[in-house]
C-alpha cells in the first residue's frame, strides 16, 4: 500500500508566554500542551546519504523540518513566514519537568523511525513488510504536498504486548515522549485500542528502499522551505485532501513510487536522513547547553 497521512503543518507563532520560555539566556519551546500538533524545524545530529548511488553514510548537524512535541532550545530567526519558512531552529531535549498533552509520532529519532498513534485505524492497523507512509502536509493554496517523512515499514508490534512487558525494549526517552500516550501501555484505556508500533526499514535494512528524511546540513543555518511535491506532478499523484489519510491507487508499485520521491528530493537539493540521534535528557533546565 502507498499511504498519504496528512498532518498539522504550521509552526507555533514565536511569542514569549505562548509555550516560549526564557531561562537565563536560554529561549525554551516547552512541551507542546494546545489541542493540535505542529512542525518544527530541527537541528540535530544524524546520518545521511546524498542519493541512492551513495554507498557510506555520512554523519553531521542536520536540518530538516519534523515533529518533537517535547522542549527544544529555540534560537529565533528573522523574516520569517509563518507556512513554509521557520521562525527559528529547534534543538531537541527530553525533560519532564513542564511535560504536554502532545506525543511526538512519527518519532524519527534513536536506531529507527517508530509510528504507533497518529490516525491508526483501519487499514493502519493492518500494514505489513515494505508498506509506504508518506507523512506530509497539504496546501492546496500553493499546490504543494510537503513531505517530512518517507516511511517504509519493516515490522510492528501489538500494543498489547507493549503493555505486558512495560515498553522494556524501547528507550525511556521513547516511552515518555511518546508510548506514554497510548491507553493501553497507561493501563488505563479510555477504548480498547488496537494499536501497533510499526518499526521502519533503515538504510541498513535495505539500500535500495528504506526510510527517510529529507534534511539539510547546518550551512543552511537562514532556513530553508521544506520538501515539496507540486500536487500537478506528472508522475508522482498526491490526494488534495488536507486532513485524514488517503490510499494512494498508482500504477507504480510503493517501492517505485517511493524512487520517484527520492528523485525529486535530491533534485531539490535535500540529503537523506536515515538516523537521527535521540534527544539528550535533561532533568533541570540548568544544565542546558
Keep these: 500500500m502507498i499511504i498519504q497521512l496528512n498532518h498539522p503543518g504550521k509552526q507555533k507563532p514565536y511569542k514569549l508566554g505562548n509555550g516560549y520560555r526564557l531561562i537565563g539566556n536560554k529561549l525554551i519551546r516547552e512541551w507542546n500542551n494546545d489541542n493540535k500538533h505542529y512542525r518544527k524545524f530541527i537541528k540535530s545530529y544524524g546520518y545521511y546519504i546524498d542519493g541512492l548511488d551513495d554507498s557510506n553514510t555520512r554523519s553531521s548537524d542536520l536540518l530538516f523540518w519534523g515533529e518533537w512535541e517535547g522542549n527544544s532550545i529555540f534560537y529565533p530567526l528573522l523574516n520569517n513566514n509563518q507556512i513554509i519558512f521557520p521562525n527559528g531552529i529547534h534543538i531537541p531535549f527530553h525533560s519532564t519537568i ?7 509520532d512519527p518519532y524519527i529519532f534513536g536506531d529507527d523511525f517508530k509510528y504507533c498513534i497518529c490516525k491508526q485505524r483501519g487499514c493502519l492497523l493492518n500494514l505489513g513488510r515494505d508498506d509506504l507512509i508518506i507523512f506530509g502536509t497539504t496546501m492546496p493554496t500553493l499546490n504543494k504536498f510537503y513531505i517530512d517523512t518517507v516511511y517504509v515499514v519493516k ?4 500494543s498489547k ?4 512487558t512495560s515498553g522494556s525494549t524501547y528507550s525511556q ?4 515522549e511518546t508510548l506514554d500516550q497510548l491507553h493501553e501501555y497507561l493501563k488505563a484505556p479510555a477504548r480498547p485500542s488496537n494499536n501497533r508500533v510499526y518499526h521502519s526499514k533503515t538504510w541498513w535494512d535495505d539500500s535500495e528502499y528504506f526510510s527517510f ?4 546540513d547546518v550551512s543552511y543555518n537562514g532556513g530553508f522551505e521544506r520538501f515539496y511535491i ?6 508522482i499523484k498526491f490526494s488534495l485532501i488536507t486532513q485524514g489519510v488517503s490510499y494512494i491507487k498508482h500504477s507504480l508499485s ?7 520521491i527520492v528523485k525529486e528530493a535530491i ?15 535533561l532533568n533541570q533546565y540548568q544544565t542546558l547547553p
Design 161 to 164: 504486548y507493549i503493555q505486558s
Design 98 to 104: 513542564i511535560r504536554g498533552i502532545q506525543n511526538t
Design 230 to 235: 507540486d500536487l500537478n506532478h506528472t508522475v
Design 267 to 281: 533534485s531539490q537539493g535535500f540529503k537523506l536522513g536515515i538516523r537521527f540521534e535521540e534527544p539528550k535528557t
Design 254 to 260: 510503493p517501492k517505485q513510487f517511493w524512487i520517484e
Design 173 to 176: 526517552v521513547y516511552k515518555e
Design 155 to 158: 515490522d510492528s508490534v501489538p
Design 213 to 216: 528524511v529529507p534534511c539539510k
